[in-house]
């Protein structure tokens, strides 16, 4: 009966060790996922954007500049994203276009039926970078409505913990295209979603253009990142 006692006595111990493994296993890999951070800038002549004009959408959780010569369209009949902000040059040449796009569920804040925070895991954030991933391939491969068919000059992907973001210099046709996606916090819900920026340019007046759009994309971001920095 003792040699019974003793060898149940050691495998809850065994069992308990093995749980507290994992545990500090998990815990270090979230740690590791979270402490990520990548900048992701394009390359161009840095131009001050203190002459622009800023403006944030705060029910998505995003900022922006555009210039002062810029003016706001609008657009009745944008299909189905009704959160879609369009300025246009005073000479009609360039467009900028903000929206927010499909969201990734993430339990930021997210409770189970009883109240009781159900709390980030590293396996949520490795979901959520898969599905970023899948949307940068899906642009790479030129599938993406947007920009279809770009042929992409320059990109780079940025990480900073769960937050994503992905940029590029490209062309279609004779017009340059530079495009940003931003992916963080949903405001209230704790989801993630995805933030666009493009900005559309006429290939001979790059001179003129073409800094501008990346100084604007640079900057282009998450509300409260901006306001924690």
């Not at 009966?1 to 065994?14: E, F, G, P, Q, T």
């Not at 009609?92 to 009883?114: E, H, Q, Y």
């Not at 001179?207 to 604007?216: K, S, T």
Request: aromatic share 12%.
């Amino acid at each position: 009966m003792k040699a019974d006692y003793y060898l149940i006595i050691s495998l809850i111990l065994n069992v308990s060790a093995y749980g507290q493994s994992d545990l500090k296993s998990e815990s270090s890999k979230l740690d590791s996922l979270l402490k990520r951070r990548y900048k992701c800038n394009l390359s161009g002549k840095k131009i001050s954007l203190k002459n622009f004009v800023g403006a944030s959408d705060d029910a998505f959780g995003y900022s922006y500049y555009y210039p002062k010569n810029f003016h706001e369209v609008v657009n009745k009949n944008i299909g189905n994203i009704y959160d879609t902000s369009e300025y246009i040059s005073a000479d009609r040449k360039c467009k900028l276009k903000l929206w927010p796009g499909k969201t990734i569920s993430f339990p930021l804040g997210a409770v189970d039926k009883n109240g009781k925070l159900l709390g980030l895991k590293s396996s949520d954030i490795i979901r959520a970078e898969n599905i970023v991933d899948q949307y940068i391939d899906s642009i790479k491969n030129g599938k993406t409505k947007e920009v279809e068919g770009i042929r992409i000059i320059e990109s780079c992907k940025g990480v900073n913990g769960y937050n994503f973001q992905f940029s590029l210099k490209g062309i279609i046709g004779n017009r340059g295209y530079i495009y940003k996606i931003v992916i963080s916090e949903l405001p209230v819900s704790g989801d993630l979603i995805f933030k666009h920026f493009l900005y559309e340019y006429p290939l001979n007046f790059k001179l003129e253009y073409e800094q501008i759009g990346i100084a604007m994309a640079n900057d282009f971001g998450d509300v409260f990142a901006k306001l924690s920095r």
